[in-house]
């Protein structure tokens, strides 16, 4: 019930519960409550310190369909520790409120297998993120962000990639319909629309670290009445192209950002972008 009967590996997320067609009062369970540390010496993640009211207790338990629950057994559960197990709970967990006051679940963005041009890629960030990490040749060359100068084709398709692959999961804007209720810290959103510009020529590194509305680069939508702001460092910026683009004023981009201040009386929120660009319209829409 706390992660609504779905599956609580992110990648799976299966529906557990399934109505019986010919009896309007029968359901079928195809999930489990799998332990996260083993009820015998001899089984997975198995921790002596726990007692056995603590071994068989909702808190040792998470709840996954029947091939995930099989999954994080085998070879004695290689691959499956407690933190990941424990993480995968509370996201799910954390999904579920968030639907209930959102009004809708969080979801992949659909442009993001089609971010031909990524403006900004905030990459340590991103990674945090994501299963996949940047070539050695490629982590050298971007550590201090995208080079101004020289050739970075390979390194710049190596970050579209990483974004392709993001398993990310986001609201979109448009759908918080009442934002005062409903932003927080730690929610991430995800927008598609016009943005605003502010401060492009700006890197100053007292302005990036530092949030000021009048000096620091940002971008920033509107969406039911409230603006969300984006201040970013300009070192991920990814190209000149993407340089100019941030000077422009006005631009349609689309992007991922985490919230992380809300000031309601301001109808304002000041969220740290992953990432924003311009996704492929033909490719979005053909």
Excluded at 66 to 93: N, P, Q, T, Y
Aim: net charge positive; with cysteine.
């Amino acid at each position: 019930m706390r992660v609504a009967g779905a599956c609580s590996r992110p990648e799976c997320r299966r529906m557990t519960l399934v109505p019986n067609p010919d009896y309007p009062s029968v359901f079928s369970v195809t999930g489990r409550a799998a332990h996260i540390t083993a009820a015998s010496p001899n089984g997975p993640r198995y921790d002596e310190t726990l007692t056995a009211v603590q071994r068989r207790g909702a808190d040792n338990g998470i709840w996954l369909c029947a091939d995930c629950a099989d999954l994080i057994d085998k070879r004695g559960g290689e691959g499956f520790d407690v933190e990941l197990l424990r993480s995968w709970k509370a996201r799910a967990e954390q999904e579920v409120s968030d639907a209930a006051l959102l009004g809708s679940f969080a979801q992949r963005p659909v442009w993001l297998d089609k971010l031909s041009t990524p403006h900004y890629v905030n990459l340590p960030r991103v990674l945090h993120f994501s299963k996949d990490t940047l070539s050695p040749a490629a982590a050298k060359i971007l550590r201090n962000g995208f080079p101004e100068t020289g050739y970075i084709a390979p390194e710049l398709y190596e970050a579209k990639l990483i974004l392709r692959r993001l398993s990310i999961k986001a609201i979109d804007v448009e759908q918080l319909m009442k934002p005062k209720e409903q932003v927080r810290e730690g929610l991430t959103i995800s927008f598609y629309r016009s943005c605003r510009t502010l401060n492009g020529a700006n890197s100053d590194s007292a302005d990036v670290e530092t949030y000021s509305y009048d000096r620091s680069p940002l971008v920033y939508c509107k969406a039911h009445g409230f603006k969300y702001v984006m201040p970013y460092d300009p070192i991920w910026v990814t190209s000149n192209t993407a340089v100019a683009t941030m000077r422009s004023g006005n631009t349609k981009l689309a992007g991922i950002a985490v919230v992380k201040k809300v000031d309601v009386e301001g109808n304002l929120a000041v969220c740290t972008p992953l990432t924003f660009g311009l996704p492929d319209l033909l490719g979005l829409f053909g």
